[in-house]
């Protein structure tokens, strides 16, 4: 059975995925703030995160960006006013979350 974005849907409000994939020890379940951030990267096709983050937004982003064959991509803003993009096997490192976007809309 092929990974589809209901899958990911229910992985996300802690119900089984319907197919195999998922894990007890890897965390999925989001909280409604985390949704609300899930959503808009939808939207936008990257997340936006910040250093103080649980796991699980990022667990469901990857498997939501395979379901959609989209790249995974992810912002990571730090305290400190550095932020990170986050792609598959690479991070590349800035100045300000700022160019860090440019960077990303540039892959898009």
Same mark, same amino acid.
């Given at each position: 059975? *092929?990974?589809?974005? #209901?899958?990911?849907? @229910?992985?996300?409000? /802690? #119900? !089984?995925? /319907?197919?195999?994939? /998922?894990?007890?020890? $890897?965390?999925?379940?989001?909280?409604?703030?985390?949704?609300? *951030?899930? &959503?808009?990267?939808?939207? @936008? !096709?990257?997340?936006?995160?910040?250093?103080?983050?649980r796991p699980n937004l990022l667990n469901i982003w990857e498997?939501?960006?395979?379901?959609? %064959?989209?790249?995974?991509?992810?912002?990571? @803003?730090? @305290?400190? /006013? &550095?932020? $990170? $993009?986050? %792609?598959? *096997?690479?991070?590349? &490192?800035?100045?300000?979350?700022?160019?860090?976007? %440019?960077f990303i809309e540039t892959l898009l």
């Amino acid at each position: 059975m *092929k990974l589809r974005e #209901k899958h990911i849907e @229910r992985l996300a409000k /802690g #119900k !089984r995925s /319907g197919i195999n994939i /998922g894990s007890r020890a $890897v965390p999925h379940h989001l909280h409604q703030y985390e949704q609300k *951030k899930f &959503s808009a990267a939808i939207k @936008r !096709r990257f997340l936006i995160i910040n250093d103080r983050l649980r796991p699980n937004l990022l667990n469901i982003w990857e498997k939501y960006c395979t379901a959609r %064959q989209w790249p995974f991509l992810v912002l990571l @803003r730090r @305290r400190d /006013g &550095s932020a $990170v $993009v986050m %792609q598959t *096997k690479t991070e590349t &490192s800035f100045n300000n979350p700022k160019e860090a976007q %440019q960077f990303i809309e540039t892959l898009l």
